[in-house]
């Protein structure tokens, strides 16, 4: 029996040019994460499906995600990094899944006269929060 295979491409465009915006919204999703497959987002993606609802709901673009100790984990869809002044935080979570934001150790900040740190955050207004798809 002969397989079916379809793909279907378009330019990309960003996501703040589709939106005709200079920033994304977050919104806190105020259930944390505590499942026991916070881990394998495959197997649970309801939860982000769910988060990323919310934030629509409540005028936001993306859900900001919760540790079961309240500190910052990451988004729906999304890492987080985090420039203050010259360091880079990036948020310590036990479920957070790999992104580009974890292969920041590679990158040599001292470079750049930075360092690169990772700790758990709780809810405060940073300069430049960025998030990495």
């Known amino acids: 029996m002969p397989g079916f295979c379809a793909a279907f491409i378009r330019p990309y465009r960003h996501r703040l040019s589709i939106l005709n915006k200079t920033g994304l919204d977050l919104v806190t999703f105020p259930y944390p994460r505590q499942t026991?497959?916070?881990?394998?987002?495959?197997?649970?993606?309801?939860?982000?499906?769910?988060?990323?609802?919310?934030?629509?709901?409540?005028?936001?673009?993306?859900?900001?995600?919760?540790?079961?100790?309240?500190?910052?984990?990451e988004t729906n869809t999304c890492n987080i990094i985090i420039l203050s002044g010259r360091d880079i935080i990036v948020p310590a979570s036990d479920h957070v899944l790999p992104g580009v934001t974890q292969r920041l150790p590679s990158v040599d900040w001292k470079t750049w006269d930075m360092s690169k740190s990772s700790e758990r955050l709780r809810f405060k207004t940073w300069p430049a929060l960025l998030m990495s798809f």
């Open 36 to 73: 026991f497959l916070a881990g394998h987002k495959t197997l649970n993606y309801l939860y982000y499906d769910q988060a990323g609802h919310y934030a629509g709901e409540h005028q936001g673009d993306e859900a900001l995600i919760l540790n079961p100790d309240l500190t910052v984990s």
